[in-house]
Nanobody, 121 residues
Framework: QVQLVESGGGLVQAGGSLRLSCAASGSDFSINVMAWYRQAPGKQRELVATVNSGDSTNYADSVKGRFTISRDNAKNTIYLQMNSLKPEDTAVYYC???????????????WGQGTQVTVSA
């Protein structure tokens, strides 16, 4: 079993910055792709950014140039640096990981509990 714990959400004014963290813990696993998703009230969950084991990254068009995803493999942690925040970035942000669990020999996908980001105008 793998647990993902997010931190770093909060309230910020438009134009401000926040940094989210997501730490993975458990035993006997390796992480393939990690990602950040977000879900605003009344909307579907959407992909924000991904980073794979080779540190290749992808971003939603709406956050390109403002958000940066990064990964610390030694700590099994990913980060999302969010700059130039806009009110439309307000959402619950979820960490997601595609994990290879060695004792089962299978890939599984895990979610964190979510962290609220609120951007005021």
């Amino acid at each position: 079993q793998v647990q993902l714990v997010e931190s770093g959400g909060g309230l910020v004014q438009a134009g401000g910055s926040l940094r989210l963290s997501c730490a993975a813990s458990g035993s006997d696993f390796s992480i393939n792709v990690m990602a950040w998703y977000r879900q605003a009230p009344g909307k579907q969950r959407e992909l924000v950014a991904t980073v794979n084991s080779g540190d290749s990254t992808n971003y939603a068009d709406s956050v390109k140039g403002r958000f940066t995803i990064s990964r610390d493999n030694a700590k099994n942690t990913i980060y999302l640096q969010m700059n130039s925040l806009k009110p439309e970035d307000t959402a619950v942000y979820y960490c997601n990981a595609l994990v290879f669990v060695r004792n089962s020999g299978a890939y599984s996908r895990y979610w964190g509990q979510g962290t609220q980001v609120t951007v005021s105008a």
